[in-house]
């Protein structure tokens, strides 16, 4: 099991852009990697995700302007967010999992707002 750690949330106007990293612990090569989120009084929801052959899915609401990439090399996730909005604003988690091996980070949280 990889221990999780995410980074690059911060204040951003509407608009704006941030790039989150996810830095595992060990090897992410044969784990599916995602971003969830979960703003106040909402459930947690699926962001994107990247198999571990590089496949990746994304949200009806972030496609288009959001892209997860993976390094493996590095045992970094990428979360590129661009053209935020106020609807965006959220803890957002990093997660891995192969079987039943699953991971969280601790979240970081993302503010759009002007």
């Known amino acids: 099991q990889v221990q999780l750690v995410e980074s690059g949330g911060g204040l951003v106007q509407p608009g704006g852009s941030l790039r989150l990293s996810c830095a595992a612990s060990?090897?992410?090569?044969?784990?599916?990697m995602a971003w969830y989120r979960q703003a106040p009084g909402k459930q947690r929801e699926l962001v994107a995700q990247s198999t571990s052959g590089g496949i990746t899915n994304y949200a009806v609401s972030v496609k288009d302007r959001f892209t997860i990439s993976r390094d493996n090399a590095k045992n970094t996730v990428y979360l590129q967010m661009n053209s935020l909005s106020p609807e965006d604003t959220a803890i957002y988690y990093c997660?891995?999992?192969?079987?039943?091996?699953?991971?969280w980070g601790q979240g970081t949280q993302v503010t759009v707002s002007s």
């Open positions: 060990g090897s992410i090569r044969p784990y599916v």
């Open positions: 997660n891995s999992r192969y079987g039943l091996d699953v991971s």
